[in-house]
């Protein structure tokens, strides 16, 4: 079941429309060239996770791409109504929740710009229930094997042209990188850059984290790769340092991730899923440190 609502300036709540039925046109570049935007949230428990952080990044990757994209306004009141249509239909369906289990559905914003020559670009919300693969991984762990991106860590910073940082369509390498990873036998990878320093999933941030006595520290890979400044990351990160922890921003290297005492790729929609192996080696997955994320994941709004 999916639920789609545009965000139209003639339609102040958005406009609801069915997404069994052909809706977009075959010439608008989101589809022709992968150029525009989106952002994929969590939708559980009657509340949509981390909104304004994902609109303030969706602003942000737009501006990148120069792209001009609805207002945040407009985008919120475009996800009350999928939302509440979503709600609608699964309660149509009979829809019941299993004691203990929370359903869990992904919002997707999408932002492109639009038929060649037109004067405005296209933007749209779907609602759609969440894959349970990423749901399992977050009890089962993953396979991660490391990937060269193909890039130094300074590529971002030389060439913005090629967008590092923002979250455009064009999600084509990433989704190779998977279907690699998945030939290999693995779940999922992290890509490292030309010169050897860890980057992210492929739809993903990485955490690691240490033990020493009473002191815990998350360390993430620094921003300054060209890497997507992740929202469940900064969410952790801000849960993290109320409880005490300490925090540190890379750079790091593959060997970091075979040092630390526990290492996740961490997302909206998979939210916190422990690494079990590394290119084929086992590496630590402190329960009791990854007990305590969880909880932090788990107070996320
Ligand atoms: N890095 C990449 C390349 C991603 O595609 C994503 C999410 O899709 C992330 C990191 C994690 O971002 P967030 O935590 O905001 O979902």
């Known amino acids: ?151 130094d860590s300074e590529a971002g910073d030389r060439a913005p042209w090629l967008l590092m940082g923002a979250k455009t369509l064009s999600y084509g390498v990433n989704m190779a990188a998977l279907r690699h990873a998945r030939k290999q036998g693995a779940d999922d990878v992290i890509f490292v850059s030309s010169d050897g320093h860890v980057l992210e999933g492929a739809t993903s941030t990485v955490l690691l984290a240490h033990r020493e006595g009473p002191l815990k520290r998350l360390v993430t890979p620094t921003l300054q790769t060209g890497i997507l400044p992740g929202t469940t990351q900064g969410a952790i990160f801000a849960a993290a340092q109320s409880a005490g922890w300490e925090l540190g921003y890379g750079p790091l290297e593959t060997q970091d991730l075979f040092e630390a005492d526990a290492v996740w790729l961490v997302s909206s929609v998979r939210l916190l899923a422990p690494i079990n192996s590394i290119d084929g080696v086992g590496i630590p997955r402190d329960r009791e440190l990854h007990a305590e994320l969880a909880r932090m994941v788990d107070g996320i709004r």
């Open 1 to 151: 079941m999916t639920v789609l609502v545009f965000v139209d300036p003639e339609f102040p709540a958005g406009r609801p429309a069915d997404p069994s039925q052909p809706q977009l046109s075959v010439l608008d570049q989101g589809v022709t060239r992968g150029d525009g935007v989106f952002e994929t949230l969590l939708y559980t428990g009657g509340a949509v996770r981390k909104l304004d952080a994902h609109l303030a990044r969706l602003e942000s990757s737009a501006a990148m791409c120069e792209l001009p994209v609805p207002s945040a306004q407009a985008w919120r009141s475009a996800v009350g109504t999928a939302v509440a249509a979503y709600d609608a239909a699964r309660s149509a369906a009979g829809a019941t929740e299993a004691p203990g289990m929370r359903h869990e559905a992904t919002v997707k914003l999408v932002a492109t710009r639009g038929p060649e020559g037109a004067t405005h670009g296209t933007a749209w919300v779907t609602v759609s229930p969440a894959p349970e693969l990423g749901q399992r991984q977050r009890e089962t762990g993953l396979s991660v094997i490391t990937l060269d991106r193909g890039y």
